[in-house]
C-alpha cells in the first residue's frame, strides 16, 4: 500500500496535541485591524481546539 501525502494547507493551519486533539487559530486577525476592538483583537489572538465535527476531515488530511 502507498504512503499516505500529508495535505501541506493542513499542516500549516494545525497542530496536533499529544491527546490528539487540533489546535488552530482564529480567522479575522490578518488586517483591518484599527477598526477592532483591544478586547476582540486580544480574544482573537488565543488558540483554540477544533470541534469534534471539524477534526474528522483534519485527520485524513494529516495522516502522521
Same mark, same amino acid.
Given at each position: 500500500? !502507498?504512503?499516505?501525502?500529508?495535505?501541506?494547507?493542513?499542516?500549516?493551519?494545525?497542530?496536533?496535541?499529544?491527546?490528539?486533539?487540533?489546535?488552530?487559530?482564529?480567522?479575522?486577525?490578518?488586517?483591518?485591524?484599527?477598526?477592532?476592538?483591544?478586547?476582540?483583537?486580544?480574544?482573537?489572538?488565543?488558540?483554540?481546539?477544533? +470541534?469534534?465535527?471539524? +477534526?474528522? !476531515?483534519?485527520?485524513?488530511?494529516?495522516?502522521?
Amino acid at each position: 500500500m !502507498p504512503k499516505l501525502k500529508t495535505r501541506k494547507a493542513a499542516l500549516k493551519r494545525y497542530k496536533k496535541t499529544a491527546t490528539g486533539k487540533f489546535l488552530r487559530r482564529h480567522a479575522y486577525k490578518g488586517h483591518l485591524l484599527m477598526k477592532k476592538s483591544k478586547t476582540q483583537k486580544r480574544k482573537l489572538s488565543q488558540i483554540i481546539c477544533v +470541534s469534534n465535527n471539524d +477534526s474528522k !476531515p483534519i485527520k485524513l488530511m494529516l495522516p502522521y
